[in-house]
């Protein structure tokens, strides 16, 4: 069982930046892949971007590529979300994962965060 927590939603001007983080206290979180995904009011909620246990190969969204970077700190238990040139077709609930593997299909994610707003405002 790992129980995930998101931190770092908020509302933030477009073009602006933020940070999320996904924390858990247990140590088998580092052996997890992490995926980050949103859900917007009346919408689904889709992928965002993904990372393996060890860092070392990531996926994103075409939506959010190359202005997100997923990254971990696995001494600190951490995976975070950079969030760049943020749009106002960005706010949403954003919401962590952990699973087996790292990939864009929420079924693949056993464990799930309770999400952060992010808000972008025009």
């Known amino acids: 069982q790992v129980q995930l927590v998101e931190l770092g939603g908020g509302l933030v001007q477009a073009g602006g930046s933020l940070r999320l983080s996904c924390a858990a206290s247990?140590?088998?979180?580092?052996?997890?892949?992490v995926g980050w995904f949103r859900q917007a009011p009346g919408s689904e909620r889709e992928f965002v971007a993904a990372?393996?246990?060890?860092?070392?190969?990531?996926s994103y969204a075409d939506s959010v590529k190359g202005r997100f970077t997923i990254f971990r700190d696995n001494a600190k238990n951490t995976v975070d979300l950079q969030m760049n040139s943020l749009e106002p077709e960005d706010t949403a609930v954003y919401y962590c994962a952990a699973g087996q593997v790292p990939t864009m299909y929420r079924a693949a994610y056993a464990y799930w965060g309770h999400g952060t707003q992010v808000t972008v405002s025009s």
């Open positions: 247990e140590r088998t979180f580092s052996t997890y892949a």
């Open positions: 990372i393996d246990w060890s860092g070392a190969t990531t």
